[in-house]
């Protein structure tokens, strides 16, 4: 048996790249950028007819790490997925008003009237 087995094998550091941030946590940020991408598009083909831009951003933060001589020889990297759909609007639907004990209530009748007819009273 070699004895590498369960060693971990170290790399030169190499310039970051959008690969390598994609990679990062195991690969989770590059899915968390495909899936949010999956949404944007499932959006877009639901709602054809809903004109307004649907918008991914990724913001990459970067914190210097200071020597206590001042330098900087590294940093702290944070990123951020935000997605942006418009939101969604019904039609809109009439509601009548009650009276009830302690104040009042919104009703919805899903059926419509028939003429003449009325909702009944609540106690």
């Avoid at 060693?7 to 940020?29: C, F, N, Y």
């Avoid at 950028?33 to 970067?62: C, N, W, Y």
């Avoid at 609007?89 to 009276?99: P, W």
Wanted: hydrophobic share 35%; net charge negative; glycine share 10%.
């Amino acid at each position: 048996m070699s004895d590498d087995v369960g060693k971990i094998q170290w790399h030169a550091p190499e310039e970051l790249t959008l690969d390598q941030i994609a990679a990062m946590d195991g690969g989770r940020l590059g899915e968390a950028v495909k899936q949010a991408l999956s949404r944007l598009a499932h959006d877009m083909t639901d709602r054809p007819g809903e004109k307004r831009a649907r918008t991914l951003a990724i913001k990459l933060a970067f914190i210097p790490e200071l020597e206590e001589d001042g330098r900087c020889e590294g940093c702290k990297m944070a990123v951020a997925i935000d997605e942006s759909i418009p939101s969604r609007k019904s039609k809109v639907f009439d509601l009548g008003l009650r009276r009830k004990r302690g104040g009042g209530m919104m009703v919805y009748q899903s059926l419509p009237l028939l003429d003449g007819e009325e909702l009944p009273l609540e106690d």
